[in-house]
């Protein structure tokens, strides 16, 4: 099942470890992988 979570901060990159801190809950089980993309909404007609 595929959750998406919109408006989270990314707070800190930490290169070293390859660790990526974002302000917020994220879905989804411990242990399991994340993808994050870019926030970019389609526009829709009127």
């Known amino acids: 099942v595929q959750r ?3 408006n989270l901060e990314v707070v800190r990159v930490d290169s070293e470890r390859q ?3 974002v302000k ?3 879905p989804g089980a411990k ?3 994340v993808v994050i993309q870019p926030a970019v ?3 829709g007609k009127k």
């Open 4 to 6: 998406t979570a919109q």
């Open 19 to 21: 660790l990526l801190l």
């Open 24 to 26: 917020g809950a994220i």
């Open 31 to 33: 242990g399991n992988p």
């Open 41 to 43: 909404k389609k526009v």
